[in-house]
């Protein structure tokens, strides 16, 4: 099994553009989430999803977006970069709907907004 | 609100040389308590999960603990290969889909 996927694995980002960090899980997790992971500050939630069309707002929602169309993935979307959003991003996936606590999380996607 | 303190920030240990990292909480209704070992470029690695005070649990060389107020990882006997970062998370009854980190203690354990 691939467990979580992530990509790009870097990215560089002109202020103002948008993109989008794609998700991926294989092992039909219901739980998926997005953390952002900045020196000293922790891995702090953006979004998450308990399961298909469901979604809802973390700690530092503002300026990302999210949608789970499907079981498997769970995209982040910048849809105008600023250089505050220059951190690294990690996918995490867990089975239930966040019951267990173990998360599986990607290598994560490094993003640098200049 | 809840959060999470990790200490210290970073330790340096010589090979052999026992130590403890400390996880302190302040939570609404604790669910569950959870370290992590997350490697240079890696994303984290799940180890434990503790959710009662008095709990422990032992993996190799790790051993984790659970008061009322905060968690230890003892760490004996380290070897090179334990050299990482260690974060503590935790999740609230009251909203059990959101888990919040500390910034982790970095562990250096040198030959």
């Known amino acids: 099994n691939a467990g979580v996927t992530q990509t790009p694995k870097f990215q560089v980002l002109k202020t103002g553009q948008s993109m989008t960090l794609q998700c991926a899980q294989d092992?039909?997790?219901?739980?998926m989430s997005w953390y952002r992971q900045d020196p000293g500050m922790g891995l702090r939630l953006i979004h998450y999803?308990?399961?298909?069309?469901?979604?809802d707002q973390g700690e530092v929602p503002n300026g990302y977006n999210v949608s789970r169309s499907t079981t498997e993935d769970f995209p982040l979307r910048l849809l105008s970069a600023a250089p505050s959003q220059t951190s690294v991003y990690f996918c995490?996936?867990?089975?239930?709907?966040?019951?267990?606590?173990?998360?599986?999380f990607g290598e994560g996607s490094r993003l640098t907004v200049l | 609100e809840d959060q999470v303190t990790q200490s210290p920030e970073a330790l340096r240990l010589q090979e052999g040389e026992s130590s403890s990292l400390n996880c302190s909480y302040t939570?609404?209704?604790?669910?569950?308590l959870f370290w992590y070992r997350q490697d240079p470029g890696k994303g984290p690695e799940f180890l434990f999960t503790l959710y009662s005070a008095g709990e422990e649990k032992e993996k190799e060389r790790l051993k984790a603990t659970l008061t009322k107020k905060e968690s230890f990882l003892h760490i004996t006997a380290p070897k090179p290969e334990d050299s990482a970062t260690y974060l503590c998370a935790v999740q609230a009854r009251h909203n059990f889909n959101k888990f919040y980190f500390g910034s982790g203690t970095k562990l250096n354990v040198k030959p």
């Open positions: 939570v609404s209704g604790l669910r569950g």
């Open positions: 092992m039909n997790h219901e739980y």
């Open positions: 999803s308990v399961g298909a069309g469901i979604t």
């Open positions: 995490a996936s867990s089975p239930g709907q966040g019951t267990t606590g173990e998360l599986f």
